[in-house]
């Protein structure tokens, strides 16, 4: 159980779909967190992520969000608004992540403050890899992260640079 869940969810065979997950690896790869933050590829999970983030006061999720807004755009959802968001149930993964909430409020267990942060996509296709323009948000969107960090008070360290592989 951790305090604080830094969740990164999106299918990594749709190019661009796949952000939430690859964010959260570059950032596993460049930082070191404290013990009561746990960074988790969610990937396309749907209530199977309860047992990991059951506990949790606190958390975060990484997506690529269709806002209908410009490719590359940044959205952010907190309180009421994550709930709306969801019941627009865009992909699988996020309708798991609805059940997710939900079913953490069923059993008393609400986690008190969720965030959802997400880019709309560049191109949604198969593939296995983000295009260069939405690799090129990434480190745009860690800065967004360890912001949100901060202010919950918590300051991550930065890899020795031997150790980074990115």
Same mark, same amino acid.
């Given at each position: 159980?951790?305090? %604080?869940?830094?969740?990164?969810?999106?299918?990594?065979?749709?190019?661009?779909?796949?952000?939430?997950?690859?964010? #959260? &690896?570059?950032?596993?790869?460049?930082?070191?967190?404290?013990?009561?933050?746990?960074?988790?590829?969610?990937?396309?999970?749907?209530?199977?992520?309860?047992?990991?983030?059951?506990?949790?006061?606190?958390?975060?999720?990484?997506?690529?969000?269709?806002?209908?807004?410009?490719?590359?755009?940044? =959205? =952010? =959802?907190?309180?009421?608004?994550?709930?709306?968001?969801?019941?627009?149930?865009?992909?699988?993964?996020?309708?798991? #992540?609805?059940?997710?909430?939900?079913?953490?409020?069923?059993? &008393?267990?609400?986690?008190?403050?969720? %965030?959802?942060?997400?880019?709309?996509?560049?191109?949604?296709?198969?593939?296995?890899?983000?295009?260069?323009?939405?690799?090129?948000?990434?480190?745009?969107?860690?800065?967004?992260?360890?912001?949100?960090?901060?202010?919950?008070?918590?300051?991550?360290?930065?890899?020795?640079?031997?150790?980074?592989?990115?």
């Amino acid at each position: 159980m951790s305090d %604080i869940t830094l969740l990164g969810i999106g299918n990594i065979i749709l190019k661009d779909e796949g952000f939430g997950v690859w964010t #959260i &690896d570059k950032m596993q790869k460049r930082y070191e967190f404290p013990e009561q933050v746990q960074l988790l590829d969610g990937g396309t999970l749907g209530l199977e992520l309860m047992r990991f983030v059951s506990g949790s006061k606190k958390m975060l999720v990484i997506d690529a969000i269709n806002g209908n807004g410009k490719p590359g755009d940044f =959205f =952010f =959802f907190t309180g009421n608004q994550v709930q709306a968001y969801f019941q627009e149930k865009i992909s699988m993964h996020e309708l798991g #992540i609805q059940d997710v909430l939900s079913a953490l409020q069923v059993v &008393d267990e609400p986690i008190d403050e969720v %965030i959802v942060m997400g880019v709309q996509p560049f191109v949604v296709s198969p593939g296995i890899e983000m295009t260069p323009e939405m690799d090129a948000v990434v480190d745009k969107t860690i800065e967004i992260v360890l912001d949100q960090l901060k202010k919950w008070d918590i300051i991550p360290t930065l890899r020795k640079a031997e150790s980074l592989t990115v």
